[in-house]
T-cell receptor
């Protein structure tokens, strides 16, 4: 059973470009969470999605950031017009249906975004 | 503002000893606390979850406690091994909340 997959593992963008980060949850998991980890800081919750629904986006910046989890295919975290401050590791996690944060979350290896 | 603090940024211990990591929270009332291990360049890996009505949880060489009076969780690794060297993250969740709130982690080094 493959774990949570994220791609790309490393992404370099110039200021003003768009970044698209992909996350395929574990087989059978229908809950997806995105977190951001800045250097020397803890993981910060961004958004919680279920298939075709955004459940909680309280951690998402109001502008330039969006997330989706379509019926088919991976979850996408999209950052438009990237700035240097967006440079960070972005982690995706998943959990099975019928659970939320009350059970363990399975994390992917992360995408390291560097904005030049 | 809400805080989860892991007050040791780094902890070095001798192999075979018990490592004790601390997680304190302020302006926050987690119903659950979770502990994760994170190795460099990798995603966190779940270790243990403890509920606020549980005093203690064990799993092999790991033990976690939850003291709602002291607003603190302790994470113990007994008979520590160099392979236990990693960053350990504490995360809380309030009842009805969707988000996990992480501390900044403690980097543990077990010296052979």
């Amino acid at each position: 059973n493959a774990g949570v997959m994220q791609n790309p593992r490393h992404l370099v963008r110039r200021r003003g470009q768009e970044a698209r980060l992909r996350c395929s949850p574990m087989k059978g998991h229908s809950h997806v969470y995105w977190y951001r980890q800045l250097p020397e800081e803890g993981l910060k919750f961004m958004v919680y999605l279920q298939k075709e629904n955004i459940i909680d986006e309280s951690g998402m910046p109001k502008e330039r950031f969006s997330a989706e989890f379509p019926k088919e295919g991976p979850s996408i975290l999209r950052i438009q017009q990237v700035v240097r401050g967006d440079s960070a590791a972005y982690f995706c996690a998943s959990s099975p249906p019928g659970t939320g944060f009350y059970n363990e979350q399975f994390f992917g290896p992360g995408t390291r975004l560097t904005v030049l | 503002s809400q805080k989860i603090e892991q007050n040791s940024e780094a902890l070095n211990i001798q192999e075979g000893k018990t490592a004790t990591l601390t997680c304190n929270y302020t302006n926050y009332s987690p119903a659950y606390l979770q502990w994760y291990r994170q190795d460099p360049g990798r995603g966190p890996v779940f270790l243990l979850l403890i509920r606020e009505n549980e005093k203690e949880k064990r799993k092999e060489r790991l033990k976690v406690t939850f003291d709602t009076t002291l607003k603190q969780s302790l994470f113990h690794i007994t008979a520590s091994q160099p392979a236990d060297s990693a960053t350990y993250l504490c995360a809380g969740q309030e009842t009805g909340a969707n988000n996990l709130f992480f501390g900044t982690g403690t980097r543990l080094t077990v010296i052979p």
